[in-house]
């Protein structure tokens, strides 16, 4: 009968009670309890890189709400946790990785994303247009031979343009979209442009000169009467001569 002291264990995760004094009655049960408090800390997540998180990158621990970039979880029980990554077009998102929250404390940790990227080919026709020297480039850059692979293209969209060449109808700009890890093979097809053209016609004189046998003709061509018409010349410069 009297004062005693009841201590409690210490457990990971969690505050115990502190000690207490109980009074013992002669022949009696006295009742007593001990409440434990867990231990909770926070966990701050940095995303990169800033493309990424521009890109939507976000976190969450143990399944709950997605956080951004910086953002800190607090109230979460002592020990393990786990941290999760969310996908965004275009990158690949870190592995899920564990962490361990410390009592009153808060734990950083880091997630870095990887951009994904794939290859482009382009080839170009008809022979006669590479042969004049026709080239193709992507989002304004180097131009490049038919059949040339660019590749570290960011997945996603891409614009492919393709050099201006005499006589040749470039194609227009086309969009090629970029997959992670893959060639993507695309082509352009110049069209020959048709030579414009017109005709002539020369008038000789005088009369007498005429019925004594003149005649004209351009660019060494066949003889022609006055008043003759020539068509299908191309247009520009041309000699005419007389016999």
Request: proline share 2%; no cysteine; aromatic share 6%.
């Amino acid at each position: 009968v009297g004062n005693h002291t009841v201590s409690f264990s210490s457990i990971s995760g969690w505050a115990a009670p502190s000690n207490k004094t109980v009074s013992i009655n002669a022949n009696q049960t006295t009742s007593t309890t001990g409440t434990y408090t867990q231990q909770t800390g926070s966990l701050k997540v940095t995303l990169s890189p800033s493309e990424a998180v521009n890109a939507g990158a976000k976190w969450r621990v143990d399944g709950g709400d997605w956080k951004n970039s910086g953002a800190t979880a607090s109230g979460l029980n002592v020990g393990n946790h786990t941290v999760s990554f969310s996908s965004i077009f275009g990158w690949t998102a870190p592995s899920n990785k564990t962490v361990s929250i410390n009592a009153n404390q808060t734990t950083s940790t880091t997630g870095t994303y990887t951009q994904q990227t794939g290859s482009l080919k382009v080839t170009l026709s008809p022979s006669e247009a590479i042969n004049a020297g026709a080239k193709w480039r992507i989002d304004g850059g180097d131009w490049k031979n038919s059949g040339a692979t660019v590749s570290g293209l960011n997945v996603g969209n891409h614009t492919v343009s393709f050099s201006s060449i005499s006589g040749w109808t470039a194609p227009s700009n086309k969009t090629v979209s970029i997959s992670a890890n893959q060639t993507t093979s695309a082509s352009g097809t110049y069209t020959q442009q048709t030579q414009q053209t017109g005709s002539l016609k020369v008038t000789l004189s005088p009369n007498e000169a005429i019925n004594a046998g003149a005649k004209w003709r351009v660019d060494g061509g066949d003889w022609k009467n006055s008043g003759a018409t020539v068509s299908g010349l191309n247009v520009g410069n041309h000699t005419v001569s007389f016999s």
